[in-house]
């Protein structure tokens, strides 16, 4: 489980890489997500670059997303993207259903910082069928990058 420290925390990133891929969701639950983050560790690892235990995804449609997983510098080995901006976190704990609700809270806190929420990226801290252990309970870490 994630520890509390994760909610309400300020993160800037400059450029920061990040190893990057697509999987597959349904109605934004992720399907094979967990297949293309052992595939980017492997990716990154035979690359002799060294990753950070977190796995951010951008969910840009309801059937897809991209995984983003930082490592230690760019390479031209594979996909990479370089983040850069200042987010705002929030820790939720639920069910994938309540994402809307946890966007929704992430940007009156955004709002209440007086700053506007222009972006989410989702930190999936409990796999899908790590859920089921948890009675379907995931720990989300909302990243809002705000401007």
Request: glycine share 6%.
């Amino acid at each position: 489980m994630i520890p509390a420290e994760w909610d309400k925390k300020e993160i800037v990133w400059r450029d920061k890489p990040f190893y990057k891929s697509r999987y597959r969701s349904f109605l934004h639950v992720p399907i094979n997500i967990g297949k293309k983050i052992t595939e980017g560790m492997k990716a990154i690892g035979e690359a002799g670059l060294v990753s950070e235990q977190m796995v951010l995804s951008k969910n840009d449609t309801m059937w897809g997303a991209e995984i983003l997983i930082p490592i230690s510098q760019r390479t031209g080995r594979f996909k990479t993207e370089l983040v850069t901006g200042r987010f705002f976190t929030r820790l939720f704990e639920g069910n994938y259903a309540d994402m809307k609700k946890w966007i929704k809270e992430t940007k009156r806190y955004c709002e209440s910082r007086g700053l506007a929420a222009k972006e989410f990226i989702f930190w999936y801290a409990t796999c899908p069928k790590c859920a089921k252990k948890y009675e379907d309970k995931v720990q989300i870490v909302v990243f809002a990058r705000v401007g």
